[in-house]
């Protein structure tokens, strides 16, 4: 794939088109969860693929927001999306369809977060 085309997004809820955009913008959009599963692209605006379909844009991952409930395929900046917003936790099954892997979140290294270091609780000495 040619990194150095432009791009359009084509909005999957009501065919708003973006762009043109440069590759590493929509692979930034991806990143920052701004790209929907249904969502399409372009190179050219006449063949469209789902984002997904794209492997650079690294929409590897299915979560799996109840037992019967599933969102994806997404990038893991999706996925911490989702951890943020309390629609998921720790416990939630996340598959790799690259892969074929599942793992919970807590045990995706990805997606730890980092301490806030005001939030920090320091041991007391005694």
């Not at 790209?35 to 789902?50: A, C, F």
């Amino acid at each position: 794939m040619e990194h150095a085309q432009t791009w359009y997004l084509m909005k999957n809820d009501d065919g708003t088109i973006f762009g043109p955009i440069s590759f590493e913008q929509l692979r930034q959009w991806a990143m920052d969860a701004q790209v929907s599963p249904l969502d399409k692209v372009s190179h050219d605006e006449r063949t469209w693929v789902k984002a997904p379909m794209l492997p650079e844009l690294e929409m590897d991952y299915l979560i799996e927001v109840s037992p019967d409930q599933f969102y994806g395929p997404t990038t893991l900046g999706a996925v911490r999306e989702f951890l943020q917003a309390s629609e998921i936790n720790a416990e939630t099954p996340v598959t790799n369809c690259r892969n074929g892997t599942s793992r919970q979140v807590k045990d995706i290294p990805e997606l730890q977060m980092s301490p806030d270091p005001e939030e920090t609780v320091q041991p007391v000495r005694t």
